[in-house]
């Protein structure tokens, strides 16, 4: 059976390509996966979404030991990390650092966002005989003590 080839396309013909700005560039979403996956990441989301009151307290109860969620229960009802007035965009990570003391041990910080509002929020992640991270200890800048 005889097939036909087709000539190459010439230089112009092909679509226009798409620019819609509210869809992120593959490179983008790939890398806002990987970060997803680096726990100072997984645990600054939760805990802002905890700390913001989008979600309960006892939902972090299985990630969190010692006096870190008393700590939690006790920041949370004033919900710090709420969004900013009406209208305003929720709250997000802009970014998260980690510091490791020695091996189990992360010591990281998130810079929230919230409209025109930047709060620091310090956090510490153990891992634990399970081999799960949990955190272990909570600091919110600018709450009360």
């Known amino acids: 059976m005889h097939t036909k080839t087709r000539p190459a396309p010439r230089g112009g013909t092909a679509p226009p390509r798409r620019t819609d700005s509210r869809r992120p ?3 983008q979403t790939a ?4 970060r997803e996956r680096l726990p100072r990441y997984w645990f600054a989301e939760r805990l802002l979404l905890t700390l913001s009151g989008q979600r309960p307290v006892h939902w972090m109860l299985g990630h969190t030991v010692g006096s870190a969620y008393d ?5 949370a009802p004033e919900a710090p990390l709420r969004p900013a007035p009406p209208g305003r965009a929720a709250p997000v990570v802009r970014d998260c650092g980690e510091f490791r003391p020695r091996p189990g041990v992360i010591e990281a910080y998130a810079r929230i966002a ?8 310090a956090f510490r992640l153990e891992r634990c005989p399970d081999l799960r ?4 200890a909570v600091e ?5 003590a």
């Open 114 to 121: 919230s409209g025109d509002r930047l709060q620091a929020l």
């Open 25 to 27: 560039a593959p490179d």
């Open 140 to 144: 919110l800048g600018g709450a009360r």
């Open 133 to 136: 991270w949990r955190c272990s």
């Open 71 to 75: 700590r939690l229960a006790e920041l």
């Open 31 to 34: 890398r806002r996966l990987a």
